[in-house]
């Protein structure tokens, strides 16, 4: 059984900075594509950033120049620095891979929630 877990939410200043982790673990072969989402009340889920196996990035326009997305792949874990943090940011924030483990397939963590204070 493979699962998703993340950590590093809390409490922040605006201005502040944060730096989430997402571990997998269980049974696994490989991870392929790593990725960070975020949903706010009465919003959807949206896309913050991604890292493919070959560490490939991609972020939405609303956080480029101040999160950064990496993986160690070793430790079979992603991290999403948040700098520069403002209350827009405030979030429950999930973590989403596609691992190969029995086949290949879609994972959710159970969310980690960002409070940014003005």
């Known amino acids: 059984q493979v699962q998703l877990v993340e950590s590093g939410g809390g409490l922040v200043q605006a201005g502040g900075s944060l730096r989430l982790s997402c571990v997998a673990s269980g049974t696994l072969f490989s991870i392929n594509s790593m990725a960070w989402y975020r949903q706010a009340p009465g919003k959807q889920r949206e896309l913050v950033a991604s890292?493919?196996?070959?560490?490939?990035?991609n972020y939405a326009d609303f956080v480029k120049g101040r999160f950064a997305i990496s993986r160690d792949n070793a430790k079979n874990t992603a991290y999403l620095q948040m700098n520069s943090l403002k209350p827009e940011d405030t979030a429950v924030y999930y973590c989403h891979a596609i691992i190969v483990a029995a086949y290949e397939g879609s994972w959710w963590g159970q969310g980690t929630q960002v409070t940014v204070s003005s």
């Open positions: 890292i493919t196996s070959g560490d490939r990035t």
